[in-house]
């Protein structure tokens, strides 16, 4: 099977169905003979930033010289993402190899009568056998769904439990109190295993220490007084730690979210337990430094971010990580339909100023209709929103728009995954190689302000909720331009490359005749 074959095959598996017993992903592991006693499982559950705690935990671990393997969901834009060794994606070809023995053993399960497992599960199973092959010595694994059922929670006898912040998501499966939710998660604590948790809420903060209490385990929490924001500069915050460990070291994170310093924390004291004073807290800091991690206050562009909040605590988080700017700023918006989306939108609405809101539609059968989302904002905001249901579309009209303000892409992990699909795409058509660029050569015959008038003409096909009015006339722009020299080196570019965003190169042709001048 090809790579594309392969994701169509786990792409078709049932994502939201009922759990498989804990005993069905036992026997699954079983089958693919995975020697757990080798690998050292960090096991990490929450609501929010367990992705953040997972990457602060393998890039420290490798400054130990240890290597490791990290399983992560979701995955942004490929598949390949959700399995690491040290630190890098697994390669299509690895991918490839590991599914076809994942699904030997698959059937070796259905012979035996047993249920197919589950889209998380066989993934699951995939990155397991992908880090006993590599020989990893750590092996960090973040739970999908809870914690208490998670296919994760299959593993044996865990060096550690990470449980990060909680708050309400996923309830129509975890439940609907915050004490449910915090009852779900705690369930990946294990008799004996030192658990270690980031303060949430009072209710609960008291089932965490109960389960951990009930379970032998000792439990240390990371209270919000145990560190300093001290500042952020050159799109890094720095902070320093009240644990005297760490001494007066001022720590710095590649990332401005406010909510960050607490998950490095947290992954920070996970590394004390297990180095005690053998640990190079040096190492540490400039590990935690380099850590970029996908879809977390990411800034994929000049000023455009990218942030995987897609719930109610992680608005609240993102919008305290906002800084004030003068210039203003621009929110693109998606959500799926399982989440409280309109409580997501009033509190965005109500927290962080915006020149204007841009609504789109993401792909799949959990995504909100788009319209829906933009009568929303519309209920909680005075100013300008514009529904466009295409994603790439949505994207460029919001970098159309840009000018000095800031661009911020949230809702939905789902959003934020075409987003960065979307740039990526871009990119890779503009490194072509030539003879591949003439296959382009048949738009030609269309001249250079045709094909401009026409893409004006597309951008008015969008949908202006509030009476929002384009900031540029650029069939004017158009017409008022005389091409000349310049225009003309750039116009085989244009045609070869298929680029959507000819405004940006007009601007950009502009300003230089501007400087001339």
Known sequence: ?????????????????????????????????????????????GTNGKGSVCAYLDAMLRSEGKRTGLFISPHLVKMNERIMIDGVPVSDEVFSEVFTQTLGAVKQMEAEGLEHPTFFEFLFGMGMLAFSQAEAEYVILETGLGGRLDATSATEDPEVCVITSIGLDHME???????????????????????????????????????????????????????EILGIEDKHIAFSCTNA???????????????????????MEVMQYLFREKGHVDRWRKALA????????????????????????????????????????????????????????????????????VVTLIDGERATDAELLGKLFEK????????????????????????KRTV????????????KETIADAKRKSRRKPEEKKLKGSRKSRSWKQ???????????????????QMLNYEEEIRKFKPSLEVEDIEDAVYEEDLTDMQDLLKEVMEKKKKKK
């Open 408 to 419: 911020y892409c949230l809702g939905s992990l789902y959003l934020t995954g075409m987003v």
């Open 1 to 45: 099977m090809t790579y594309q074959e392969i994701e169509r095959y786990i792409s078709e598996i049932p994502k939201f169905t009922k759990k498989h017993s804990l005993s069905h992903t036992k026997r699954f592991l079983e089958i693919l003979q995975i020697p757990q006693g080798k690998m050292k499982i960090l096991h990490v559950a």
């Open 173 to 227: 499966y975890l439940g609907d109190t915050v004490e449910q939710i915090a009852g779900e998660k705690a369930g990946i604590i294990r008799p004996g295993v030192p658990v270690f948790y980031a303060q949430s809420a009072e209710e609960s903060d008291r089932v965490i220490e109960k389960t951990a209490a009930q379970q032998g385990s000792s439990c240390k929490k990371i209270g919000k007084d145990a560190y």
């Open 290 to 357: 380099q850590v970029k991690w996908q879809g977390r206050m990411e800034e994929i562009l000049p000023s455009v971010y990218v942030d995987g909040a897609h719930n109610v605590s992680a608005i609240d988080a993102f919008v305290k990580s906002v800084p004030e700017t003068a210039e203003g700023n621009i929110f693109l918006f998606s959500a799926v339909k399982d989440k409280e989306y309109e409580e997501m939108i009033a509190h965005l609405c109500d927290s962080v100023p915006a020149e204007f809101y």
């Open 245 to 267: 460990y760490y001494g007066t070291t001022t720590w710095k994170l590649n990332n401005i979210g406010s909510y960050q310093p607490g998950n490095a924390l947290l992954a």
């Open 380 to 403: 909680y905001t005075d100013r300008p929103v514009v529904v466009i249901e295409s994603v790439q579309k949505a994207l460029e009209y919001v970098l159309e728009h840009q000018e």
């Open 451 to 469: 094909q401009q008038t026409e893409r004006a003409a597309d951008r008015k096909s969008s949908r202006h909720v509030g009476g929002y009015r």
